[in-house]
């Protein structure tokens, strides 16, 4: 991760989906900056645990509720707000079982941001969008311009919200910087139905269960460290040249999940269990390459690409009963 020079000290800022897995590193971040920092987290997603550790700093404060309300809570915390970090999302995992709300979280509750920092006068909005806004990708590597098609009611949803943070930017001038997230792994990833590939993995090899990758498995994920993006955030907020920009928060790491399943496998030292195959998800991506020249020129961003080593890492973290040295 590369060394920060900007910092947001003193600044009031929000993040929402605090309490999950990126919003707690983020919040975590921003602490260490030392902003005065508001978690909102409805806790559908989100876990106590990850935030408990915040609780005796008196910069930080957990608020709980929704994107999608409007009510004086909403509006007490927008007053005198400098800075907001929208990572609340209804995950891809659950679009294809309610696609209502994913359409409510992703693309009205980020429209409802969007109208409270305009009324308060905030003056930055981050917003984490993601690589399923492309769909399947057509050209490579992919960087910003490519052509959005997306597969999944999750890509659509999420492009609805990237949208409306580009229009209240051209419209009303607002201070905005769209981030596309790519595969984030790293400590506190949920395990359950929520998480990643990584973490549900970790979690099925620790029941005793073999890994199922979705289809052939040649699959191939652009994995990015989770502190590295909280670098691309923070970078995002207090360098000029992120207004109105849209990045690629990718670490350009091209991992299949045959491998990724194989290698933690290896690592957990299970020789009692193998790789099994289901079928092929819906909407699911074969290839992401991504192109991250631009995060990494305009933002001196520097990701980390030991992935295997991080990756031991993280899983001593949300699964220390594995067997890794």
């Known amino acids: 991760m590369s060394e920060l020079t900007h910092n947001l000290a003193g600044r009031r800022v929000l993040v ?7 919003g707690s590193h983020l919040c975590e971040g921003l602490l260490k900056q030392g902003a005065h920092v508001i978690a909102l987290d409805d806790m559908s997603a989100g876990r106590e645990a990850n ?12 608020v709980r509720g929704s994107v999608c309300d409007d009510d004086s809570k909403m509006h007490e915390i927008f007053e005198g707000l400098d800075t907001v970090f929208h990572n609340a999302a ?24 969007l109208l409270l920092a305009k009324k308060h006068g905030t003056r930055k909005f981050v917003h984490a969008s993601t690589g399923s806004v492309f769909g399947e990708p057509s050209v490579f590597p992919t960087d910003e311009t490519h052509p959005m098609r997306p597969r999944s009611y999750y890509g659509v949803s999420k492009l609805a919200g990237e949208r409306y943070v580009d229009t209240f930017h051209q419209l009303y001038d607002m201070d905005t ?5 790519f595969h984030v792994y790293g400590p506190r990833q949920e395990s359950n139905e929520f998480g990643g590939v990584v ?14 990758v979705f289809g052939h498995g040649e699959q191939v994920r652009s994995f990015t460290y989770v502190k590295d993006l909280v670098d691309v955030n923070l970078r995002s907020a207090t360098m000029p040249v992120a207004c109105g920009q849209v990045y690629n928060a990718a ?17 957990s030292r299970r020789i ?6 289901g079928p092929e998800l819906v909407g699911d991506i074969m290839n992401f390459d991504i192109d991250n020249s631009k995060v990494r020129r305009e933002l001196a961003v520097t990701f980390q690409q030991d992935f295997w080593g991080t990756l031991r890492v993280s899983l001593e973290d949300i699964g220390g009963f594995l067997s890794i040295d």
């Open 272 to 277: 009692d269990l193998s790789v099994e195959h």
């Open 16 to 22: 929402t989906g605090g309490a999950g897995f990126i």
């Open 199 to 212: 973490s549900i993995f970790m979690r099925r090899i620790a029941e005793g269960k073999s890994p199922i």
């Open 177 to 181: 910087t769209i981030l596309r997230y």
């Open 90 to 113: 209804s995950k891809k995992n659950i679009c294809l079982h309610d696609p209502k709300r994913d359409l409510a979280v992703n693309a009205e509750g980020t429209l409802n941001l």
């Open 51 to 62: 935030v408990r550790i915040f609780e005796d700093s008196p910069h930080y404060r957990f």
């Open 251 to 267: 670490s350009g790491i091209r991992i299949s999940i045959n491998d990724l399943a194989s290698k933690m496998l290896e690592f």
